[in-house]
């Protein structure tokens, strides 16, 4: 089985290109579905965050409130550090989890790990696997905000400015996906780093 890390930054186009490298066959393996679930009613870490933030941070259906949480943490370097360490090892033994269930059932597997926060916060043992990094110009990234999102111009700029720049991934990447271009020029670019994958011991 091979395991391959992939990250990008916010409308990189991460996205598009995990769906295109899953229709060619790749077992993928999304860290935010499992951040979701590890803070879903009835695990430990919500209990935990609710002990380190207070109620407020749970909707009226018991659930969290993402966004409330993400407002008292986004400005905050010592509340996002106290959130990660109850949520990012919980992550890790629910990725081993899943990389050993789809070892056990397909050895020749090829596996990418979807996660956003690759080289952004302290993940060790998923930064020594090779990686690969979508990759978008600051202006594309903009732009596609904007219209994703339907931001005024200085909230896309603010979003864009709270994440570690693309340029700086690139020196940590094995493979570079260039999703500055139209859909068939990244699916080019998809197809041949799947040949790679598939072909690489």
Not at 79 to 96: D, G, M
Not at 119 to 129: I, K, N, Q, R, Y
Not at 158 to 187: C, F, I, M, S, Y
């Amino acid at each position: 089985m091979k395991v391959v890390a992939l990250t990008g930054g916010i409308a990189s186009g991460k996205s598009t290109v995990v769906r295109m490298l899953r229709e060619l066959g790749a077992e993928v393996v999304d860290a935010d579905v499992l951040a979701r679930e590890v803070v879903s009613p009835g695990e430990p870490a919500l209990a935990e965050i609710v002990a380190a933030f207070g109620e407020e941070v749970l909707l009226p259906s018991g659930e969290l409130d993402r966004k409330k949480l993400g407002g008292l943490v986004f400005s905050d370097p010592e509340r996002r550090e106290r959130l990660n360490a109850i949520v990012h090892p919980r992550v890790r033994e629910r990725i081993r989890h899943r990389l050993e269930e789809i070892r056990a059932e397909n050895q020749e597997a090829v596996v990418v790990l979807d996660v956003p926060l690759l080289f952004d916060v302290p993940l060790p043992d998923l930064e020594a696997l090779p990686a690969v990094v979508v990759y978008a110009s600051p202006e594309t990234q903009l732009q596609r905000l904007r219209e994703r999102d339907g931001l005024p111009q200085d909230e896309a700029e603010r979003r864009l400015r709270a994440q570690r720049p693309l340029r700086e991934k690139l020196g940590r990447a094995r493979w570079v996906v260039d999703n500055d271009g139209d859909l068939d020029r990244t699916r080019e670019q998809v197809e041949r780093l799947w040949a790679e994958l598939v072909a690489d011991p």
